[in-house]
């Protein structure tokens, strides 16, 4: 695997050829992925680039506080093939943009993917020029948007800070969790010192939750079970439950952290059924459980301590299966 000084070298070469770009990310998009979309687009419109910034899903209300966040579209434009650049940031497997994804890959002249999750990344059999960055050591997607930047030479504005600020904040948890190291301090302190406001991009991401947020997090924390001696812990959301807080799905991803908080838990999951038949899972884990394997085993993946998957059937039957399957990743059992 070449290096990714390199890597970032043939991004660059690419996104100064081209001049058409639709950048996007995974469904139900989170602030890494908001954040670093609109980072990207905004630099590459002042660098005299023609942009669209999609995602298939809506925007958190959370992160409505981004510059420029009214600019993110949810249907992609009728563009000709072979005439644009197709950016995929925070994931590498192009059925996770969505619908539109495999479509847009091969509608497209080339792409990129940034993301700092397990996996290969959908380069390979792809015959159009393709590059990408897949760093897991980065704390975020928006830390390589940032270093694409540097590589390219290109100015960080108080906007673009502020995005990239929010991207690396709430995938680190506020600092928090397992992938925050010394240079993720380093760069938000670059990106304060370029004008993101670290109090402001705080209080917006963590003390700004619409009252039916709360009102449903208060529903799951009712359903909280533990399992194994208290290693396993998990909560369940029902569609009864968001219709009555009148909640959307978007304001359930930092849900799971609560189960994780206990004290004697390991590993934690939400298991949401938003709408009926379609069962969505959050994994979390603290120390020695890689739930990204596990959610592999269910189609999904994520990163060592975070992961997830969505999956067709009833919420009851995926329980149970969790929580056989997670049993053999904290009893030592697993085959």
């Not at 390991?266 to 994994?283: H, N, Q, R, W, Y």
Request: with cysteine; net charge negative.
């Amino acid at each position: 695997m070449k290096k990714t000084s390199s890597r970032l070298k043939e991004v660059a070469d690419l996104v100064t050829s081209a001049e058409r770009f639709l950048i996007t990310a995974h469904e139900r998009p989170d602030g890494d992925a908001i954040g670093s979309i609109l980072a990207m687009g905004s630099l590459l419109k002042e660098h005299g680039k023609d942009v669209v910034m999609y995602t298939q899903d809506e925007v958190p209300s959370g992160l409505s506080f981004l510059p420029g966040v009214t600019s993110i579209e949810h249907s992609v434009p009728d563009w000709s093939a072979n005439s644009f650049c197709l950016v995929v940031l925070d994931c590498n497997e192009i059925e996770r943009v969505g619908e539109e994804g495999p479509g847009l890959l091969a509608k497209c002249q080339s792409s990129i993917i940034l993301d700092h999750h397990l996996g290969e990344g959908f380069c390979n059999g792809v015959t159009k020029p393709c590059c990408s960055v897949i760093d897991t050591s980065a704390s975020a997607t928006g830390q390589i948007c940032y270093e694409l930047f540097m590589e390219l030479g290109w100015n960080i504005t108080k906007d673009v800070a502020t995005c990239i600020y929010a991207a690396i904040l709430t995938d680190t948890g506020g600092f928090r969790y397992s992938n925050t190291n010394g240079r993720t301090f380093e760069l938000a302190r670059e990106l304060v010192e370029a004008g993101a406001d670290p109090y402001g991009v705080a209080l917006s991401c963590f003390e700004s939750k619409p009252l039916s947020k709360l009102k449903l997090l208060g529903l799951a924390l009712e359903t909280l079970e533990v399992y194994y001696n208290g290693l396993l812990s998990i909560m369940t959301l029902t569609p009864e439950m968001f219709e009555l807080c009148g909640s959307k799905e978007s304001e359930t991803d930092d849900f799971v952290s609560y189960a994780r908080a206990i004290d004697t838990v390991e590993m934690a999951a939400l298991i949401k059924e938003a709408k009926p038949g379609t069962v969505s899972v959050s994994l979390r884990s603290k120390r020695f459980v890689n739930v990204a394997e596990l959610a592999g085993r269910f189609g999904g993946g994520g990163h060592f301590n975070a992961a997830g998957f969505r999956v067709s059937g009833n919420p009851l039957d995926v329980k149970e299966r969790l929580i056989e399957l997670a049993g053999q990743y904290l009893t030592g059992g697993k085959s």
